[in-house]
């Protein structure tokens, strides 16, 4: 049994992939077991929301099942590339594909147009107000490269609207009679009234977007007040992406146990909510009264 089989997910979130180099046995313990919510998390939250409202139009839909959430989601993106098309910009855009046989989700926090190249924009909070270390990088620019590797994907025709359509069973994605009476009180064409044609639209809309820059940003924003810390540049590597997918999806086919931190990061683990509870790895040091640097 593979790991998405015995957590019971349908997908691989790219934020999951990334969170592997933070720590694995994270990852598993927060699909396993709910997070704690923070302030730092609702901060956060709110500052991304914050962002959406200046460049997004609201999607007044209300899901009432998984098809109509797979509906909410693709019909957004619609909207989204609307947005992209008349004001250079867009958040929140989410994005799909397949490695080794799994299916992948993610969302872009902003695409923006310029100089007729598209680029990808990541936002990532902090508590304090300065620039993270380089120890806290390397998770958020795997990410990012995810979102590029994805994106560029769906856009080349490597993924296709068929492969999104196996991967999600869109055959078998019927709305249901409330969420379709949503639709026409919206006034959503018809054309458009079903998952499978809001998915083709899409599919299509992508495939005419600009050319994806291999450049890449993070945004390292105050939780406080959602001022730039530090935008941070880098570019694209594949050969980072297959050496990742190399070390990561071992662990998602069921080859091997989730990955705890290593010795010298276990520091990692004063700021883990499952340390000590759902995660025992490094407890021994806490009992014995030791530090954890």
Not at 8 to 19: E, H, N, P, W, Y
Not at 164 to 171: G, Q, T
Not at 190 to 207: D, M
Not at 252 to 281: L, Q, S, T
């Amino acid at each position: 049994m593979n790991a998405l089989e015995r957590l019971g997910k349908k997908s691989i979130r790219v934020t999951d992939l990334a969170g592997q180099y933070w720590c694995e046995k994270k990852v598993e313990l927060k699909l396993r077991y709910k997070e704690k919510p923070t302030e730092e998390t609702a901060s956060g939250k709110e500052i991304h929301e914050a962002l959406e409202s200046r460049t997004n139009a609201p999607i007044e839909l209300k899901p009432v099942k998984y098809s109509d959430y797979v509906y909410k989601v693709l019909y957004a993106n619609h909207i989204g590339m609307q947005m992209l098309a008349r004001n250079r910009v867009t958040r929140e855009f989410s994005v799909f594909g397949e490695m080794d046989g799994f299916p992948l989700t993610g969302k872009i926090d902003e695409l923006h147009v310029r100089e007729g190249k598209l680029f990808i924009i990541d936002d990532k909070t902090k508590r304090e107000s300065r620039a993270p270390k380089e120890e806290w990088m390397t998770s958020d620019k795997l990410q990012v490269m995810f979102y590029r590797k994805l994106l560029g994907s769906m856009h080349s025709g490597a993924y296709t609207l068929a492969s999104f359509a196996s991967c999600n069973n869109l055959e078998r994605l019927p709305l249901t009679p409330e969420f379709t009476r949503q639709l026409q009180a919206q006034k959503i064409p018809y054309e458009l009234s079903t998952v499978k044609a809001i998915a083709a639209r899409f599919f299509s809309e992508v495939a005419e977007l600009p050319e994806i820059s291999n450049t890449l940003y993070i945004r390292y924003r105050e939780q406080a007040t959602g001022k730039v810390i530090k935008l941070y540049k880098f570019d694209y590597n594949e050969n980072e992406i297959q050496g990742a997918e190399h070390y990561l999806f071992p662990y998602w086919k069921g080859e091997r146990e989730a990955r705890p931190v290593p010795e010298e990061e276990k520091w990692k683990c004063k700021i883990c909510d499952f340390y000590g509870n759902h995660c025992k790895v490094w407890w021994k040091d806490r009992q014995a009264g030791l530090v954890v640097k």
